[in-house]
């Protein structure tokens, strides 16, 4: 039985045991599913497998561009970045406060955006 459990994907701990629907680590106190673990465990390919997408449905890539949907203010800006702006070559990164969107934007300069405020163009 010991040998169905899969190794603590943190800390590599032999010692992980069921509890409820998760597997828990007692050693570094990790909890997961066993779902995650049946996958190959490497972070890597758990990013491969993360879709981003925009507002209507498309999926996004690196390099994309895209249109802002909506009006968005931006922070110590007198105005914002007005519907219809058009970003070129966004790049796809982990979501930092929900955004998931690290572009450049003409007249603003570098910041993040959040997918559902976008559609590809």
Same mark, same amino acid.
């Given at each position: ?51 981003? %997408? ?31 702006? %058009? ?35």
């Amino acid at each position: 039985m010991a040998d169905s459990i899969p190794l603590c994907p943190e800390c590599s701990s032999e010692h992980a045991y069921e509890m409820g629907a998760l597997l828990v680590c007692p050693m570094c106190g990790h909890e997961w599913s066993p779902a995650d673990s049946s996958s190959s465990g490497d972070p890597a390919s758990a990013d491969a497998e993360r879709v981003v %997408k925009d507002a209507v449905g498309n999926i996004l890539a690196d390099g994309d561009t895209v249109v802002v949907t909506t009006s968005i203010k931006v922070k110590g800006s007198p105005q914002g970045i007005k519907a219809g702006t %058009k970003v070129r070559g966004i790049r796809l990164i982990d979501p930092v406060n929900g955004h998931d969107i690290d572009c450049k934007v003409d007249g603003f300069g570098a910041m993040l955006l959040k997918s559902s405020l976008v559609k590809k163009a």
